[in-house]
């Protein structure tokens, strides 16, 4: 049985037998018992994106990983770092280390705050994340072409990810169908958060799925 703990890019969690490259979390919200989610979807703003493999852990998936034999942080997926930015998260510090200080070096470029910390990250973050506020960002077709690589938006229940000036349609197995810039409708739907984008145009480079890797 699939669990409800795959991420898709408008930050919902989906069940699916379909698992990505990277794993992460938003806290503990699930019940180990049942391996099923709570009501809450996140008990922390630390939303983050963590190395399926590392250092030879084993892990129950939403089973009881607590060091006292409770719940533990409940394990998402992602098909790839694209994915997860989409949906708010961004590289742990305990297990990608590089990649987290080089996000976090990247936001402090775009923001001209050299002091700024992950949890003040954490914080802008979550008043930006769709799963957290509702409310789209609305984007002109002619703003679309002026986002950096990585960026991912949505047309209806359709997304996105831009990569070189093409728009791929995103699936929990990988992307699929190119589509112009020049098929756009008028206005679209931001799904990456713009602390993410800000990453993103200061040169922060997000691991791909095989599917588009090339």
């Known amino acids: ?3 409800q703990n795959r991420a898709n890019p408008f930050g919902q969690l989906i069940a699916t037998h379909a698992r990505g490259l990277f794993t992460g979390n938003r806290g503990v919200i699930h019940d180990p018992d049942t391996k099923t989610l709570l009501r809450r979807r996140w008990t922390t703003k630390a939303w983050i ?18 060091p006292s034999g409770g719940a533990g ?3 998402l997926f992602f098909l790839d770092e694209v994915t997860a930015l989409a949906a708010g998260h961004r590289p742990c510090f305990h297990c990608r280390r590089e990649p987290a200080t080089r996000f976090m070096n990247c936001v402090r470029e775009f923001c001209q705050s050299p002091q700024m910390k992950a949890p003040e990250a954490d ?10 506020t509702g409310k789209p960002v609305e984007l002109s077709a002619s703003q679309v072409a ?14 996105f ?3 070189s000036g093409v728009l791929h349609e995103w699936g929990f197995a990988g992307y699929g169908a190119a589509r112009s810039l020049e098929s756009l409708p008028p206005v679209v739907q931001l799904l990456t958060p713009r602390l993410s984008i800000s990453a993103l145009e200061a040169g922060y480079a997000p691991v791909w799925h095989d599917s588009l890797a090339s």
């Not at 950096?148 to 997304?159: F, K, V």
């Open 73 to 75: 942080w409940t394990e």
């Open 161 to 163: 990810a831009l990569r």
């Open 49 to 66: 994106i963590c190395q399926c493999s590392f250092r030879g852990r084993h892990r129950e998936v939403m089973g009881r990983n607590g």
């Open 1 to 3: 049985m699939s669990l």
């Open 123 to 132: 914080a802008i973050l979550h008043a930006q994340r769709y799963a957290v």
């Open 146 to 159: 002026k986002l950096p690589d990585g960026a991912m938006i949505a047309i209806g229940e359709a997304a």
